[in-house]
């Protein structure tokens, strides 16, 4: 076999791939190729493949920090094949051969009596359908695939470097998906588990994470869905800067959810930022910190994204049907609102009114005088102009923190339920009732609350404000509760197809 210098490969499996096939589509393509090949699946790592009657194997040298692969080509030999290389197949597949009986084997000798009977090698006849590009100096393709009547696209780049590999994935917008060979690609395929996918909503306040798995009819299930209080925008508003402490935790809090999510064989990590990451100067610094530290990049998306999102997980969430229908979702740094009718969006926006801001400027992390409470509710409710003269919507949904765990106390909660939660009802005597718990005592005193989450003890009053003075300016004296949020929007918009 002529020499073959080894490349650092990576590919990902899927449905489709949004926006990389729009910029594959920009470059130009090499001619159209057709293939009908046969893969040899085992439980090792080896990459065996039967083509035009030719064995070809390659084996997995080297993984590096990135979760590139460095493939190998050892054997390139057509049929009939003598003892020695039929030997070296199984090898490859870290599988004992059987007695060896003849000299050479043809090809149907080889499957029929030797691959079939193994119990541990899986024959797969796959039909390829692929296109070559050169993607920023990088070999790269675009293939269709179908197993057993099962199909999937795949998209594959490689070279020699493999900085140009990462820069060419990250240039198409794939490098939160999963580096997966064509045995495991394949392998997944014919064994049809449900897809899984993963989000991560990098908030000024916490750090949500979220696994589903969706199945044929397009419905999601929770694998994991679960939040950490890092607190990226502690002193934002002072500093306008991401602090180190905040960030270090921050960046250890995404590193455990990635591989978490890795575990869970999720096939593609999504992460976006919001409001802290928006405003804060150094951000760029920050983005570039994670990166490096989880391979993740960041995408840090407008406030009427996140109000979409956030529409698309309502209604998903709870079926809301016709009407006029008003979505807000409050964070630690912004709240966004959507407007709609059915499944169609009016208007969204985004306003700098976040509990962490609140806190901060009124003191309301532990017990305030009524003055105190009444200056941060009119601070608020300034900032909250642009809802004011709205008419009165037909229903009104609230997401996030603060919503979700003034639910949780109602119900007294001990132990998160988001079963429970969803599509709960509050009134503004309850909302009154905890912004009264709240104002009277300390964070310590707080966190004793049955139902309140201890790290959320100094921002909920803050919280509660401002969703007692939107539910105020919109005439609702009630909300529904969506404990899905922007993560679960940002799940379906991605992975949904």
Known sequence: MATIIPRWEWRV???????????????TPGPVEESEELYLLSAASGNVKVRDDIVEIKLLREVNADGLERWEPVMKVGFPLPTSDVSSVFDALG??????????????????GLVEPSGVVRPVRVHKRRVRYTLSGCRAE????????????????????????????????????????????????????????AVIDVG????????????????WRAIVDRAEMTRLGENLEHRGAIGTEPLERTVAAIAGMVEEARRNHARAVAAVGTAGLRIARNRDDVI???????????????????????????RAGLGATGGFLVVFDT???????TFGQGQRVEERFSVDVGAVRYTERFGLAGAVVPEVLRDALAAISADLSRIDGRPPPDALV?????????????????????DVVQGAVLDRAEIDRQIELYRSRDADARRAIVGLQPKRADVILAGACIVRTVMEKLEQQTLTVSDRGLRHGLLIDRFGA
């Open 13 to 27: 499996f899927g449905a489709a791939f949004g926006a990389a096939e729009d910029a594959f589509g920009a470059l």
């Open 95 to 112: 599988v004992v051969p059987p007695p060896l009986t003849r000299g050479v084997y043809t090809f149907d000798q080889f499957l029929a």
């Open 142 to 197: 675009i293939a269709d695939v179908e197993v057993d009547g099962r199909t999937a696209r795949t998209i594959a780049i490689e070279s020699e470097d493999s900085s140009a590999v990462i820069a060419a994935v990250r240039s198409v917008g794939l490098d939160g998906y999963v580096n997966t060979s064509y045995p495991r690609g394949l392998a997944a395929l014919i064994d049809d588990g449900p897809p899984r996918y």
């Open 204 to 219: 000024t306040n916490s750090v949500k994470f979220h696994v589903g798995e969706r199945d044929d009819g397009g419905r």
């Open 288 to 314: 570039a910190a994670i990166r490096a530290r989880t391979g993740i990049t960041v995408e840090v998306i407008p406030g009427e994204e996140e109000g979409r999102f956030a529409y698309l997980a309502a």
């Open 331 to 337: 964070g630690g740094g912004s709240t966004q609102f």
């Open 398 to 418: 609230a997401m996030g923190g603060a919503v979700t765990n003034i639910t949780a106390v109602k119900l007294g909660l001990a132990n998160y339920d988001p």
